[in-house]
């Protein structure tokens, strides 16, 4: 292995300034010398692929500008969507403070807005990653470059993106666990990647800046002269792969993760997720036959929770009623078409939902006219996602329902069974299932 290594600095001899001055430490000019640096990573002869040099990492740059963007925005959007600001169950980050400045009253259409925005940030996060790993390969040779430091500037530019690489490898690291595996985390998976988030575009932001102009001079020229070229290795080897056939690897990479990625979108395409492993329960067929979430056995909800004792109490300012679920069935029923959109970034397709709209009840709880938010309460016993809180707006909107049967049929057990509310453009978290309490009021 030596020798290979020998036989490398003799060809290559490595001449320091030929390289953006990162010169062998102490500026040794025996052979011993340079054999040596040229076996350290910090040498710029240790990295020989021809495919890297600024052209290829500056394009990978603009599509990770484009695509990173679109999934730091449609995450901020998911975190909206959860309506952190309205009350203490919703808000996983209560110490979030200026990092919330964006939250605004998520509306409730299109009815389909967060089956698409989150399918766009999970799906968009998949497919980035072979661009990611491409990114971070063509640059690394700037990891190890010495000094560490040139100036204060260059100092200051490396601090960036430790909070820039640190970031995004945290980000798609708890996001793709998040949607693989869920809780493996110590605690809350959400302020570890919302926190994460905003390093990452801290870092993000100082990079671009730092960059931009010299990526669009590089893309609107010609291929740099090699000395111009400080991602370029100074010793390449005989390619093994043209710098197109590279991007055409990374480009195949993401078209196989979005081929097996966008099915958790789309029902027809479900068998097709094949990275999707939101499969706790197979939903089998019929009108109850999709996607569910987390089954009433999973939660450890027994027939007798949801059996003759259950009852839906209804609580405001007109008092406190219970109703059994052949009384909600009497009340004026409603359909609405909407989908269940998960977090996770599955859904599916329009549902057929039929029960009594929230604003009725919150008509009968004392509010006939504006309603205002409602807290809801599941029967579950413990787990985060038992209870949750809705807008006013939500509750106005007509096809926002305690829904009692869906696609025709009684609602099956594990897609909550007597009553779960569903809610049109909601995340998937904040319709709740086995429903037995709401309380209208202001939150
Ligand atoms: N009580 C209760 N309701 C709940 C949940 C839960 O864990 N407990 N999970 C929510 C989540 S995260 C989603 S995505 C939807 C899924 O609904 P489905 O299983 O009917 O598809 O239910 C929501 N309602
Ligand atoms: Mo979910």
Same mark, same amino acid.
């Given at each position: 292995?030596?020798?290979?290594?020998?036989?490398?600095?003799?060809?290559?001899?490595?001449?320091?300034?030929?390289?953006?001055?990162?010169?062998?430490?102490?500026?040794?000019?025996?052979?011993?010398?340079?054999?040596?640096?040229?076996?350290?990573?910090?040498?710029?002869?240790?990295?020989?692929?021809?495919?890297?040099? &600024?052209? !290829?990492?500056?394009?990978?740059?603009? %599509?990770? =500008?484009?695509?990173?963007? *679109? /999934?730091? $925005?449609?995450?901020?959007?998911?975190?909206?969507?959860?309506?952190?600001?309205?009350?203490?169950?919703?808000?996983?980050?209560?110490?979030?403070?200026?990092?919330?400045?964006?939250?605004?009253?998520?509306?409730?259409?299109?009815?389909?807005?967060?089956?698409?925005?989150?399918?766009l940030h999970v799906t968009g996060g998949i497919v980035l990653v072979p661009v990611l790993l491409a990114k971070l390969w063509s640059?690394?040779?700037?990891?190890?470059?010495?000094?560490?430091?040139?100036?204060?500037?260059?100092?200051?530019?490396?601090?960036?993106?430790?909070?820039?690489?640190?970031?995004?490898?945290?980000?798609?690291?708890?996001?793709?666990?998040?949607?693989?595996?869920?809780?493996?985390?110590?605690?809350?998976?959400?302020?570890?990647?919302?926190?994460?988030?905003? &390093?990452? !575009?801290?870092?993000?932001?100082?990079? %671009?800046? =730092?960059?931009?102009?010299? *990526? /669009?001079? $590089?893309?609107?020229?010609?291929?740099?002269?090699?000395?111009?070229?400080?991602?370029?290795?100074?010793?390449?080897?005989?390619?093994?792969?043209?710098?197109?056939?590279?991007?055409?690897?990374?480009?195949?990479?993401?078209?196989?993760?979005?081929?097996?990625?966008?099915?958790?979108?789309?029902?027809?395409?479900?068998?097709?997720?094949?990275?999707?492993?939101?499969?706790?329960?197979?939903?089998?067929?019929?009108?109850?036959?999709?996607?569910?979430?987390?089954?009433?056995?999973?939660?450890?909800?027994?027939?007798?929770?949801?059996?003759?004792?259950?009852?839906?109490?209804?609580?405001?300012?007109?008092?406190?009623?219970?109703?059994?679920?052949?009384?909600?069935?009497?009340?004026?029923?409603?359909?609405?078409?909407?989908?269940?959109?998960?977090?996770?970034?599955?859904?599916?397709?329009?549902?057929?939902?039929?029960?009594?709209?929230?604003?009725?009840?919150?008509?009968?709880?004392?509010?006939?006219?504006?309603?205002?938010?409602?807290?809801?309460?599941?029967?579950?016993?413990?787990?985060?996602?038992?209870?949750?809180?809705?807008?006013?707006?939500?509750?106005?909107?007509?096809?926002?329902?305690?829904?009692?049967?869906?696609?025709?049929?009684?609602?099956?057990?594990?897609?909550?069974?007597?009553?779960?509310?569903?809610?049109?453009?909601?995340?998937?978290?904040?319709?709740?299932?086995?429903?037995?309490?709401?309380?209208?009021?202001?939150?």
């Open positions: 292995m030596g020798d290979r290594h020998d036989d490398r600095a003799f060809r290559f001899p490595f001449r320091s300034g030929a390289a953006g001055g990162a010169g062998p430490p102490g500026g040794g000019r025996s052979t011993e010398r340079l054999r040596t640096s040229e076996r350290l990573p910090s040498s710029p002869g240790f990295w020989r692929s021809p495919v890297r040099g &600024v052209r !290829f990492t500056a394009v990978l740059g603009m %599509v990770l =500008l484009v695509g990173l963007t *679109a /999934v730091f $925005v449609t995450g901020l959007l998911s975190y909206a969507a959860y309506n952190p600001d309205l009350a203490a169950v919703n808000d996983k980050t209560p110490d979030k403070g200026l990092l919330g400045f964006y939250l605004f009253a998520w509306p409730t259409g299109p009815h389909w807005l967060y089956r698409l925005t989150q399918g640059v690394i040779p700037k990891l190890f470059a010495l000094p560490p430091a040139r100036s204060v500037g260059h100092a200051l530019e490396r601090l960036s993106l430790l909070l820039l690489v640190g970031g995004v490898l945290f980000e798609f690291i708890t996001g793709l666990l998040n949607i693989q595996l869920e809780y493996v985390f110590p605690g809350s998976f959400y302020p570890l990647h919302f926190y994460g988030a905003w &390093v990452f !575009f801290a870092g993000f932001v100082a990079h %671009v800046g =730092l960059k931009f102009p010299r *990526a /669009v001079r $590089v893309l609107r020229g010609g291929e740099p002269l090699r000395q111009e070229d400080e991602l370029a290795s100074p010793a390449p080897d005989t390619p093994t792969i043209s710098r197109r056939g590279a991007f055409a690897m990374v480009g195949a990479g993401s078209l196989l993760l979005l081929a097996t990625s966008v099915g958790r979108s789309f029902d027809a395409l479900r068998s097709t997720a094949l990275l999707t492993p939101r499969g706790v329960a197979d939903p089998g067929t019929g009108p109850n036959g999709f996607q569910i979430n987390k089954t009433a056995a999973s939660v450890r909800i027994t027939p007798a929770d949801t059996g003759e004792r259950w009852r839906l109490t209804v609580v405001g300012p007109a008092g406190k009623f219970a109703f059994t679920r052949e009384q909600l069935l009497a009340m004026a029923q409603f359909s609405a078409a909407l989908p269940i959109a998960c977090v996770e970034g599955w859904s599916t397709a329009d549902q057929w939902w039929r029960g009594v709209r929230l604003r009725d009840l919150a008509a009968l709880a004392g509010y006939p006219d504006r309603p205002p938010g409602v807290f809801v309460e599941s029967v579950q016993r413990s787990g985060s996602f038992r209870r949750a809180a809705l807008r006013d707006n939500q509750v106005r909107d007509p096809r926002s329902l305690l829904a009692l049967e869906v696609n025709g049929e009684t609602l099956s057990p594990d897609h909550g069974y007597p009553a779960r509310i569903i809610v049109p453009a909601a995340p998937g978290v904040l319709n709740t299932k086995w429903v037995t309490r709401l309380t209208f009021g202001e939150l």
